[in-house]
T-cell receptor, first 110, second 115 residues
């Protein structure tokens, strides 16, 4: 059974701080890793993906992947109240559907 | 259409009734997925279709659940003899291919309530 684990939170950070979201996965064969954001009552939307070990930066977001530790993280710099949402980690491999974690709820206070 | 379209957006049914949920993916997307999300939970994979290949049904929770995809486009998820634990939001997503580039485009979901 492939599993993706996330701390459900809530993770509370003040505006302007760095939010750190973490995810671990069980299947060593996993090849692709994603972070989706889901606002309350809305559908998930992709914010970042990463395939290789190391860091990948996109604006205020940085995804980090460590395949040896089976660990993925998402850093959000200069957090804004509009970043308040549930962040879903998803993991996949070729020919299979993405497996999602249960999500971490982030709350950014102004 | 421009996005993934799902219908109905809301469905209230009585226990034991059958329901059908429809998904119209983005034109040209060959892969189509069904997930469900219970209150406060993550996305639970149900089934996916890729082109003319046999669907991956490994996530279907029981034989009361089935899905088909006609002509490589529209998909229908059918739940027979609904139970209260089937209450959830059923999300459909599509992508250009199933090689997991990750760009799943989700519909707005069908919220099912079983009384």
């Amino acid at each position: 059974q492939k599993e993706v684990e996330q701390n459900s939170g809530p993770l509370s950070v003040p505006e302007g701080a760095i939010a750190s979201l973490n995810c671990t996965y069980s299947d060593r064969g996993s090849q692709s890793f994603f972070w989706y954001r889901q606002y309350s009552g809305k559908s998930p939307e992709l914010i970042m993906f990463i395939y290789s070990n190391g860091d990948k930066e996109d604006g205020r977001f940085t995804a980090q992947l460590n395949k040896a530790s089976q660990y993925v993280s998402l850093l959000i710099r200069d957090s804004q109240p509009s970043d308040s949402a549930t962040y879903l980690c998803a993991v996949g491999e070729a020919g299979t559907a993405l497996i999602f974690g249960k999500g971490t709820t982030l709350s950014v206070s102004s | 259409g421009a996005g993934v379209s799902q219908s109905p957006s809301n469905k209230v049914t009585e226990k034991g009734k059958d329901v059908e949920l429809r998904c119209d993916p983005i034109s040209g997307h060959t892969a189509l997925y069904w997930y469900r999300q219970s209150l406060g939970q993550g996305l639970e994979f149900l089934i996916y279709f890729q082109g003319n290949s046999a669907p991956d049904k490994s996530g279907l929770p029981s034989d009361r659940f089935s899905a088909e995809r006609t002509g490589g486009s529209v998909s229908t998820l059918t739940i027979q003899r609904t139970q209260q634990e089937d209450s959830a939001v059923y999300l459909c997503a599509s992508s250009r291919q199933v090689l997991n580039t990750g760009e799943l485009f989700f519909g707005e979901g069908s919220r099912l309530t079983v009384l």
